[in-house]
């Protein structure tokens, strides 16, 4: 088993769609959570921070479920913008950053 | 933007040739990584360094070292390439961010493909 599991997709969503990703998590040690985003032939980019409360930033929604070690990523409104490769990055309190392998996104017109 | 470069950026070499990935950063950072990214794989953590000539092994690590020699450059060495080491490998650096959180900041990624 993957210590961070992502649905590959693709997901493909209409503009203005609600689209929502999960990610599962194996180590109940993990301390931080994030969502990256990579566009194709780029480099992973920070999307945000997930926090035990929930948080958001404009249009995206992260949430991390610690009971169920379930983090999500909600997107409203999506943009063509949005379409990417999203990755579920699992830290524990050392070095060891897990990257889930992502899931891709394509909003269509 | 963290500042991160990477040098080559693309670079087809010969089975059994020494290759040479540079990571250059501008700000000082502590922490600098080296992952390799595979399709359905994500990133991987190569080797890792919290301080100059300080560094350690991350998960995937045979058949690669790494030096640190000045806190800009993070060097990462293939000592005889082999064609499962055809990849894109990314640098990291780690900084605090607003939330007390290390984030980790990638240059644009080297392509290394070994014939």
């Known amino acids: 088993r993957k210590e961070v599991e992502q649905d590959p997709g693709p997901f493909n969503v209409p503009e203005g769609a609600t689209v929502a990703f999960n990610c599962t998590y194996s180590n109940s040690a993990s301390q931080s959570f994030f969502w990256y985003r990579q566009d194709c032939r780029k480099e992973p980019k920070l999307l945000m921070s997930v926090y035990s409360s929930g948080n958001e930033d404009g249009r995206f929604t992260a949430q991390l479920n610690r009971a169920s070690q379930y983090i999500s990523l909600l997107i409203r409104d999506s943009k063509l913008s949005d379409s990417a490769t999203y990755l579920c990055?699992?830290?524990?309190?050392?070095?060891?950053?897990?990257f889930g392998a992502g899931t891709r996104l394509f909003v269509k017109a | 933007d963290a500042g991160i470069t990477q040098s080559p950026r693309h670079k087809v070499t010969e089975t059994g040739t020494p290759v040479t990935l540079r990571c250059h950063q501008t700000e000082n950072h502590r922490y600098m990584y080296w992952y390799r990214q595979d399709p359905g794989h994500g990133l991987r953590l190569i080797h890792y360094s919290y301080g100059v000539k300080d560094t350690d092994k991350g998960e995937v690590s045979d058949g690669y070292s790494v030096s640190r020699s000045k806190t800009e450059d993070f060097l990462l060495t293939l000592e005889s390439a082999t064609s499962s080491q055809t990849s894109v490998y990314f640098c990291a650096i780690s900084e605090q961010g607003t939330s007390g959180r290390y984030e980790q900041y990638f240059g644009p990624g080297t392509r290394l493909t070994v014939t």
């Open positions: 990055v699992v830290r524990d309190g050392g070095f060891k950053t897990i």
